[in-house]
T-cell receptor, first 115, second 109 residues
Framework: GAGVSQSPSNKVTEKGKDVELRCDPI?????LYWYRQSLGQGLEFLIY????????KSGLPSDRFSAERTGGSVSTLTIQRTQQEDSAVYLC?????????????FGPGTRLLVL | GQNIDQPTEMTATEGAIVQINCTYQ??????LFWYQQHAGEAPTFLSY??LDGLEEKGRFSSFLSRSKGYSYLLLKELQMKDSASYLC??????????WGAGTKLIIKP
């Protein structure tokens, strides 16, 4: 079956512009995560959606970042007034829990470059 | 604060065994994950531990001790393709994933 997909795969934008990143999780997965990874760095948690519960936004670095998940499936991460320090790979992951065993899958990521 | 510690870099020989350690201090515990990440690619899921003990999956095994806040990933019969970064992550009581910075594993012939 299809894995987690993300679009665009690469995005180059000018400082101050808004960008929107999309994530299509695996069908049936109730949990969806957004992370970012700067060059040579570990993964930084951004936001977590679980079913219909209110999302955990504790990782969002500033109010320029927001995310939504429509219909419990597709998610979009929006960065307003982009800054050069926003340049990173933005990764989306979805997970399901079957009989207590956790399986989590990552998308290929969106490479964002802010000039 | 919450913290995940793992060695920055390790070197091993093809065909040998290597153990990558991870220690954690988090607000609660709801499972520990190991991921493999090749340069320029997204991480891929390797293992998940929520109970103490050893989970074996082919050449890879993962161990957890919740009382010690400790896990390790054991890789046997190392192959050159195992050269990658190995990421340890812990899910806390809020179901937030706390990530380590990763261990870069270098395999030499």
């Amino acid at each position: 079956g299809a894995g987690v997909s993300q679009s665009p795969s690469n995005k180059v934008t000018e400082k101050g512009k808004d960008v929107e990143l999309r994530c299509d999780p695996i069908s049936g997965h109730t949990a969806l995560y957004w992370y970012r990874q700067s060059l040579g760095q570990g993964l930084e948690f951004l936001i977590y959606f679980q079913g219909n519960s209110a999302p955990d936004k504790s990782g969002l670095p500033s109010d320029r970042f927001s995310a939504e998940r429509t219909g419990g499936s597709v998610s979009t991460l929006t960065i307003q007034r982009t800054q050069q320090e926003d340049s990173a790979v933005y990764l989306c992951a979805s997970s399901s829990s079957r009989g207590g065993r956790e399986t989590q899958y990552f998308g290929p990521g969106t490479r964002l470059l802010v000039l | 604060g919450q913290n995940i510690d793992q060695p920055t870099e390790m070197t091993a020989t093809e065909g040998a065994i290597v153990q990558i350690n991870c220690t954690y201090q988090t607000s609660g515990f709801n499972g520990l994950f190991w991921y493999q990440q090749h340069a320029g690619e997204a991480p891929t899921f390797l293992s998940y531990n929520v109970l103490d003990g050893l989970e074996e999956k082919g050449r890879f095994s993962s161990f957890l001790s919740r009382s010690k806040g400790y896990s390790y990933l054991l890789l046997k019969e190392l192959q050159m393709k195992d050269s990658a970064s190995y990421l340890c992550a812990v899910r806390d009581s809020n179901y937030q994933l706390i990530w380590g910075a990763g261990t870069k594993l270098i395999i030499k012939p």
